[in-house]
T-cell receptor, first 118, second 116 residues
Framework: KQEVTQIPAALSVPEGENLVLNCSFT??????LQWFRQDPGKGLTSLLL?????REQTSGRLNASLDKSSGRSTLYIAASQPGDSATYLC?????????????????FGEGTQLTVNP | NAGVTQTPKFRILKIGQSMTLQCTQD?????MYWYRQDPGMGLKLIYY???????DKGEVPNGYNVSRSTTEDFPLRLELAAPSQTSVYFC???????????????FGPGTRLTVT
């Protein structure tokens, strides 16, 4: 069964710093990996989607990498800004697994709560 | 283009009451999903649908029911609400050409439900 872990659980940095958020998953047989942003009391906003055949995706100041063999992904945020403060969630699409009646599904990590201080 | 919309935004239920959470998407996506998010946790899949008339259970389906009569709508029904169903509920949709080619999931703003 897939398990997704995000480290660190919380991160506080000064404005302008480059930072890396980590995501690890236990089963490397995934279809894709998606990074989301969630603001307090809000829904999820998709940031980047990496298909299983890809190594990285970039959008503006964000770069996400995927190493399927080691079960790891990183989200790199360049020149962080106070507006980047949010919870960042990693999710992998995989399965189904033995005993599950559902099809493949997203398994989410618990998120990294990022605070960028002015 | 509204994307994924959910109603209501907030709801308080008494134990044993029933309600339906509404979800609509206007992106012509074939896949739709319902998740719940408990405080400080990631999201868990309740039910999903691969197209009109087809639904399947996710990770935590007990206490819920769904239907998918149209491509656009995917309502979630809570029967006999319990305090354990206090959570934030998110609906999502995506387009997939095939099982091995899944697109991004787009999320609605959520419904915050309290059962007392």
């Amino acid at each position: 069964k897939q398990e997704v872990t995000q480290i660190p659980a919380a991160l506080s940095v000064p404005e302008g710093e480059n930072l890396v958020l980590n995501c690890s998953f236990t089963d490397s047989a995934i279809y894709n990996l998606q990074w989301f942003r969630q603001d307090p009391g809000k829904g999820l906003t998709s940031l980047l989607l990496i298909q299983s055949s890809q190594r990285e995706q970039t959008s503006g100041r964000l770069n996400a990498s995927l190493d399927k063999s080691s079960g790891r992904s990183t989200l790199y945020i360049a020149a962080s800004q106070p507006g980047d403060s949010a919870t960042y969630l990693c999710a992998v699409l995989s399965g189904p697994y033995t005993g599950e009646t559902s099809g493949s599904r997203l398994t989410f990590g618990e998120g990294t709560q990022l605070t960028v201080n002015p | 283009n509204a994307g994924v919309t959910q109603t209501p935004k907030f709801r308080i239920l008494k134990i044993g009451q029933s309600m339906t959470l509404q979800c609509t998407q206007d992106m012509n996506h074939n896949y739709m999903y319902w998740y719940r998010q408990d405080p400080g946790m990631g999201l868990k899949l309740i039910y999903y649908s691969v197209g009109a008339g087809i639904t399947d259970k996710g990770e935590v389906p007990n206490g819920y029911n769904v239907s998918r009569s149209t491509t656009e709508d995917f309502p979630l029904r809570l029967e006999l609400a319990a305090p354990s169903q206090t959570s934030v509920y998110f609906c999502a949709s995506s387009y997939a050409k095939s099982r091995d080619s899944r697109g991004e999931q787009y999320f609605g703003p959520g419904t915050r439900l309290t059962v007392t």
